[in-house]
């Protein structure tokens, strides 16, 4: 059954980018439910968000039970993303077309807020 995802509601909040730098080195920041900039909720404990990391965002599931800090950067394709963190999305309810959607609107806001930044 296909949910009906005209009901997906991106939320922004303003976040820091806590990726460690140590000289030329950057480090994944600590990856959480809450460190993110944007986010849309797919259920009641599970989101797609997208967070600061290093000079980029990234965007991946909120809570990750499979595999920890799976994301790619939000100039990835949708499809490409969703393939990539699929195996942690942790509710067989949430469909593809919810995720996809998600996704969607994560990388048009990040795009639109760097577009208005520069």
């Not at 000289?23 to 797609?48: C, E, K």
């Not at 942690?88 to 995720?99: E, F, P």
Request: glycine share 6%; aromatic share 8%.
């Amino acid at each position: 059954m296909q949910k009906d995802t005209a009901r997906l509601v991106l939320e922004r909040k303003d976040q820091t980018n806590e990726s460690p730098v140590i000289g030329p080195i950057m480090l994944t920041p600590s990856l959480g439910p809450d460190y993110w900039a944007y986010r849309v909720r797919l259920t009641p404990t599970q989101a797609i968000v997208g967070f600061p990391k290093f000079r980029t965002v990234g965007i991946g599931f909120a809570v990750e039970d499979a595999d920890w800090n799976t994301n790619l950067p939000y100039t990835c394709g949708t499809e490409e993303i969703y393939d990539h963190i699929e195996h942690n999305k942790g509710d067989d309810s949430i469909s593809r077309a919810d995720c996809l959607t998600a996704i969607r609107l994560i990388q048009e806001a990040v795009a639109a807020d760097r577009a208005a930044a520069s």
